[in-house]
């Protein structure tokens, strides 16, 4: 599995745009880049994923280098429930088994 | 549909004890993961159970084991307990197929060994 260089933490206010980077420049051509997020006191649960185009949900959007050596994930408006940890996972898309960092905690400031 | 069920959700035991840890998987989930994370960690893959067999394991010793059950539910067992095996433990379910977009989490078993 390739690894991943998160920042360990980021701070935003509420109703800002946020971007959080994640480095894997060890990342092979068929991997896919997962994102999940753990809010406080809870399991991860799934954001968003993409190849090599840009993806949107309603969740966020995420943005692949056109090298795929990084990626970032954007909350369009920031709320406070979106403070949380947030993992970057890199892997093959017919592995089934998720792989965690140490992710980003996200602050987020009324 | 209903989520994925742990319990119990916090759990005190001495060092040397043993403790099972249980998951009800989602509806329509076959696949069930355990994870252990300790404090101000990403959680650690422990093993996965698919058809009631352990489908990969992580990096852990054989005093952790689990089970898979008919109606897909799922016990973690950790024998011996050391004081390092205080963390959150993590259970998640999936369905092969639907790639790792899949996973659904329980809110986990916080166990504290003393």
């Known amino acids: 599995d390739a690894k991943t260089t998160q920042p360990n933490s980021m701070e935003s206010n509420e109703e800002e745009p946020v971007h959080l980077p994640c480095n894997h420049s060890?990342?092979?051509?068929?991997?896919?880049i997962h994102w999940y997020r753990q809010l406080p006191s809870q399991g991860p649960e799934y954001v968003i994923h993409?190849?090599?185009s840009n993806v949107n949900n309603r969740m966020a959007s995420l943005a692949i280098a056109e090298d795929r050596k990084s990626s970032t994930l954007i909350l369009h408006r920031a709320t406070l429930r979106d403070a949380a940890v947030y993992y970057c996972i890199p892997s093959t898309y017919n592995t089934d088994k998720l792989i965690f960092g140490t992710g980003t905690r996200l602050q987020v400031f009324p | 549909e209903t989520g994925v069920t742990q319990s119990p959700t916090h759990l005190i035991k001495t060092r040397g004890q043993q403790v099972t840890l249980r998951c009800s998987s989602q509806s329509g989930h076959n696949t069930v993961s355990w994870y252990q994370q300790a404090l101000g960690q990403g959680p650690q893959f422990i093993f996965q159970?698919?058809?009631?067999?352990?489908?990969g394991r992580g990096n852990f010793p054989p005093r952790f084991s689990g089970l898979q059950f008919p109606n897909y539910s799922s016990e973690l067992n950790v024998n011996a307990l050391e004081l390092d095996d205080s963390a959150l433990y993590l259970c998640?379910?999936?369905?092969?197929?639907?790639?790792?977009?899949?996973?659904?989490f329980g809110s986990g078993t916080r166990l504290t060994v003393v």
């Open positions: 998640a379910s999936s369905f092969p197929g639907t790639g790792l977009y899949g996973y659904t």
């Open positions: 060890t990342i092979s051509g068929t991997d896919y």
């Open positions: 159970y698919y058809r009631e067999e352990e489908n």
């Open positions: 993409g190849l090599t």
